[in-house]
């Protein structure tokens, strides 16, 4: 069957859920399907081994040559059915993909379950009144953002609902108002402590960084069950857990990194909570790792207000941030800089030296010089020079490679093999001009121009928080300093300027139009947006790694981000989050909208009504 004839066929459907792209039917209907439609459907299923008995919908496309075979066990016994396998095949491309929910906590539904019935279906008179229901009480009034079970079933609450025992709407016996828990009630704040079988998120991120390497001793303050205690310490590391349920008699004292894993949001008293804040960091003595909750206002109207927070189910206390809001409690509390490591997840910094090399190492880009593919520029006729390197070719290169890493000459005491060339040079400094003999000194010349721009990206970023003090910068940096602007005064006056400069739209756009030029991929959407992949970020030009990272001080890292889209006239950056960047054809699941003129953050789920939208032009990133 042709294209065009298939559309035709599908366009002049007067069965089944209508929706903009596509229509659905039960099975049931099938029969009552233009003969030349039904049978072209059939033999596609059997063409690509279809079993009959594994879908019960099928999802005809309007706009494209494709057919989808679905199956929803609970069709008839559940109110709202949830999706447990898709079957999509592209009829253009003679593809087939599967796909399946039945494990997933957070699966797609259905509504208005007699739409995809015909008349004298048995049951159609019954889900009628289930949608009677669900209208009366404004469940549908907009569809966009109920396909996800959780979400259905997050709004019936917000509605003041919950579903019996036979899928049935029943009102809840609560209704909105700040509410008190009961007089003999109290909140219990142990159910908050979950079990885990893997690294907590926030540890996780501080294990990627490097702070998990047996070099620094650990207190989870607020442990829980201690499972992140016990995971640790079967890798070795020093840690201690200390909580005032489950862990209440660990001698607490100092220790270089503390954690404080989702505690302040479980405190329904401020006081209390500020006191655990100040307490956690009384204890720190190099970093301190602070993680809360974030919602926004449609958390607090699924849940019984109290204070500053909820009640939940469980009877817990929870106060959810605003990511800014996050920030400035911590910040506001300790008198501080907090460090935005993911959403939800800061840093705070107590070694200011250890500081300055977290935010520097986040700048410099990573272009691994010992991968490189250059060869030495020529062979050397000097016999000092051929000795040297017939001699010590591994030692020599090593050296090299270090330099190009900083940008810079290595003196001997940053260079930890620096008595070994010594010994074969006679010093560092004879060892760097004869490897500019030996090496290609072109790469040299890059390596310190890039250096040079991650060192104005760390300047220009730099004046979003307290001035640092030149005396308390590591050596490296000092260095760093003196070589590429000569005075501090004069790194941090090219940081301001250039910094200021992403105000004007005319110079991200030119900054855009360059990276487009110079990327191996990049997508330039006119004069709207530029679309890079997370990795070319640091290849950008330097006032578009600002402008980006920018945005990031507000947001954190990019651990989940996959694309960044950058707004050249809206003052906005996205970030897009995919299930499975590495898959042919990724699921886009999150976008994340920082508006830096507002200094807000948006986070959006990127559903469909009943599949996540598949993001099919990867190969231009």
């Not at 006081?271 to 003595?285: F, I, P, V």
Request: proline share 4%.
């Amino acid at each position: 069957m042709e294209f065009e004839y298939y559309r035709q066929l599908v366009k002049e459907l007067n069965l089944g859920k209508k929706l903009p792209s596509s229509i659905y039917i039960h099975k049931s209907a099938i029969a009552k399907l233009p003969k030349s439609l039904a049978v072209f459907a059939i033999d596609m299923a059997d063409k690509f081994n279809v079993h009959d008995d594994s879908w019960n919908i099928i999802k005809f496309y309007k706009k494209d040559f494709k057919i989808s075979f679905l199956n929803y066990p609970g069709f008839e016994q559940d109110s709202y059915p949830s999706l447990h396998l898709s079957q999509i095949i592209d009829l253009h491309k003679s593809t087939y993909r599967k796909t399946d929910y039945s494990k997933s906590d957070n699966p797609p539904i259905l509504h208005r379950k007699e739409t995809f019935v015909v008349d004298i279906y048995p049951l159609k008179s019954l889900f009628e009144q289930i949608t009677a229901e669900g209208e009366a009480i404004g469940l549908y009034s907009n569809p966009k953002r109920i396909g996800l079970k959780k979400q259905w079933e997050a709004l019936i609450k917000h509605k003041g609902y919950k579903l019996d025992e036979h899928g049935r709407l029943q009102r809840l016996i609560f209704t909105g108002t700040n509410i008190e828990p009961e007089k003999d009630s109290v909140i219990e704040r142990h159910k908050t402590a979950l079990s885990r079988n893997k690294l907590s998120t926030p540890l996780f991120l501080l294990y990627q960084r490097g702070y998990l390497d047996g070099d620094y001793s650990i207190l989870d303050f607020g442990c829980g069950q201690g499972d992140d205690v016990k995971e640790l310490k079967s890798y070795g590391l020093d840690i201690i857990g200390w909580d005032p349920v489950h862990e209440p008699d660990t001698p607490l004292s100092n220790q270089d990194i503390v954690n404080l894993g989702y505690v302040i949001n479980v405190i329904e008293d401020p006081s209390e909570r500020m006191e655990t804040l100040l307490k956690a960091y009384q204890y720190t003595n190099k970093v301190l790792l602070v993680s809360a909750m974030l919602g926004n206002k449609s958390i607090f109207e699924r849940f019984k207000p109290y204070k500053d927070g909820v009640i939940t189910s469980r009877n817990t206390f929870q106060k959810y941030f605003y990511q800014s809001e996050l920030r400035h409690y911590i910040e506001s509390s300790l008198g501080e800089q907090a460090i935005a490591l993911s959403p939800g997840i800061f840093l705070v910094f107590k070694d200011k030296i250890e500081e300055q090399k977290y935010l520097i190492n986040r700048q410099t880009s990573s272009f691994n010089w010992r991968n490189s593919s250059r060869k030495p520029s020529y062979k050397p006729n000097e016999k000092t020079v051929q000795s040297v390197f017939n001699n010590h070719k591994e030692l020599m290169q090593d050296y090299w490679c270090s330099c190009l890493e900083q940008g810079r000459k290595l003196t001997h005491d940053e260079y930890e093999r620096s008595d070994e060339v010594t010994q074969a040079t006679g010093s560092v400094n004879k060892a760097f001009h004869l490897c500019l003999q030996f090496f290609n000194e072109e790469d040299f010349k890059v390596a310190s121009q890039m250096r040079r721009e991650d060192l104005l990206v760390y300047f220009a970023l730099s004046f979003f928080s307290k001035r640092k003090a030149y005396a308390r910068m590591p050596e490296n940096l000092k260095r760093d300093i003196k070589e590429y602007f000569g005075k501090y005064t004069q790194a941090r006056d090219e940081g301001r300027n250039i910094l200021f400069s992403i105000s004007n739209t005319h110079n991200i756009q030119a900054a855009c139009v360059e990276a487009n030029k110079i990327l191996p991929k990049s997508t330039l959407n006119g004069n709207h947006d530029l679309i890079i992949h997370k990795k070319y970020l640091n290849d950008c030009p330097v006032i578009l790694r600002i402008y980006i990272g920018c945005a990031l001080q507000l947001y954190g890292e990019l651990e989940e981000v996959s694309l960044i889209k950058v707004h050249i006239h809206s003052g906005k950056v996205t970030l897009m989050v995919f299930d499975d960047w590495n898959k042919k054809i990724p699921l886009l699941t999150e976008r994340i909208k920082i508006k830096l003129r507002e200094q807000r953050i948006d986070f959006f789920d990127y559903y469909g009504e009943y599949e996540p939208l598949p993001f099919d032009n990867k190969s231009c990133f």
